[in-house]
């Protein structure tokens, strides 16, 4: 019995010192506010860690949707405009869907199409393909960005293929030496 009325005051003393330390609601000074982001800056360490390095590398709608997410939910744990240890949970479970969805699109075709979408030919054999590029909603100018960008060149003649990549980028493959 005596213990139980120990660990109570102690309780209450750790909360206070935690309220203290990290506030609560929107009413926070520039401390506690600062204390917040060095926690949610550990926390998003640990939650990056968890979904891996493909969220921030590989740019798909998939990978996209994470960091867009975890930031707009993450900054509202920082201002208390919500309550933290739930802004917590749900950046853990927005985390393990993304690595979840990641294994899915390593593990089946259909999830990766449908999840991440296809490549689009926009140039090939000479010619623009007019109706995937609406479909891609680029114009031949964009196009022609993309290839200067990355093959380097104005040069269709050396074009073999312009592609719009799943993740919106736009890539070229060149035409062999021999051609």
């Known amino acids: 019995m005596m213990q139980g009325m120990i660990c109570l005051p102690l309780k209450r003393n750790m909360m206070e010192t935690l309220t203290d330390i990290?506030?609560?609601?929107?009413?926070?000074?520039?401390?506690?506010?600062?204390?917040?982001?060095v926690a949610i800056f550990i926390v998003?360490?640990?939650?990056?860690?968890?979904?891996?390095?493909?969220?921030?590398?590989?740019?798909?709608?998939?990978?996209?949707?994470?960091?867009?997410?975890l930031g707009a939910l993450l900054s509202r744990a920082i201002v208390g405009a919500s309550p933290f240890v739930p802004i917590i949970a749900v950046s853990l479970v927005?985390?393990?869907?993304?690595?979840?969805?990641?294994w899915l699109t390593v593990h089946s075709k259909t999830m990766q199409h449908l999840l991440e979408g296809r490549?689009?030919?926009?140039?090939?054999?000479?010619?623009?393909?007019?109706?995937?590029?609406?479909?891609?909603?680029?114009?031949?100018?964009?196009?022609?960005q993309g290839i200067r960008k990355t093959a380097l060149t104005e040069d269709l003649s050396k074009i073999r293929e312009v592609y719009m990549e799943r993740n919106g980028e736009i890539s070229v493959v060149k035409k062999d030496a021999g051609h």
């Open 44 to 69: 998003s360490l640990v939650l990056i860690r968890i979904s891996g390095r493909r969220s921030f590398g590989i740019r798909t709608p998939l990978d996209n949707i994470i960091v867009i997410l």
């Open 94 to 102: 927005i985390v393990l869907l993304h690595r979840i969805f990641g």
């Open 119 to 144: 490549k689009i030919v926009l140039y090939e054999q000479g010619h623009f393909q007019e109706q995937n590029m609406e479909k891609a909603l680029v114009c031949e100018e964009d196009i022609m």
């Open 22 to 37: 990290f506030g609560t609601g929107k009413e926070l000074n520039a401390l506690q506010m600062s204390c917040r982001g």
